[in-house]
């Protein structure tokens, strides 16, 4: 089992910044690439962006476009922690974000391949 904690989330205005962090415990951090997803008030929950095991790389997907620029992964294997920088925030950016685990590959993360989901963290931009 990996037990997964958000924080970082809050109240902001548009065009500020805030940092998400996640902590894991329960098995190897680096056995896992981990990644964010988020649910807006009344939509579905989406893939935002993941990280490979050992932070060499990161992926947007497809809602990339929205969040490429602004949004950095980062992680950091000796504090078990992954960390999203999310700058230029806009009121679009409203949701509930979750930090996921995966033991397969970073690039394939999707809702239905997450092994392990954190509760989520609020994050509310206002305009």
């Known amino acids: 089992q990996v037990q997964l904690v958000e924080s970082g989330g809050g109240l902001v205005q548009a065009g500020a910044s805030l940092r998400l962090s996640c902590t894991a415990s329960g098995r190897t951090f680096s056995n896992y690439a981990l990644g964010w997803f988020r649910q807006a008030p009344g939509k579905e929950r989406e893939f935002v962006a993941a990280?490979?095991?050992?932070?060499?790389?990161?992926?947007?997907?497809d809602s990339g476009d929205s969040v490429k620029g602004r949004f950095t992964l980062s992680r950091d294997n000796a504090k078990n922690t992954v960390y999203l920088q999310m700058n230029s925030l806009k009121p679009e950016d409203t949701a509930v974000y979750y930090c996921?685990?995966?033991?397969?590959?970073?690039?394939?993360?999707?809702?239905?391949?997450?092994?392990?989901w954190g509760k989520g963290t609020l994050v509310t931009v206002s305009s």
């Open positions: 996921a685990a995966r033991s397969g590959p970073f690039a394939t993360m999707s809702q239905s391949t997450v092994d392990y």
């Open positions: 990280i490979s095991r050992f932070g060499t790389s990161t992926y947007f997907g």
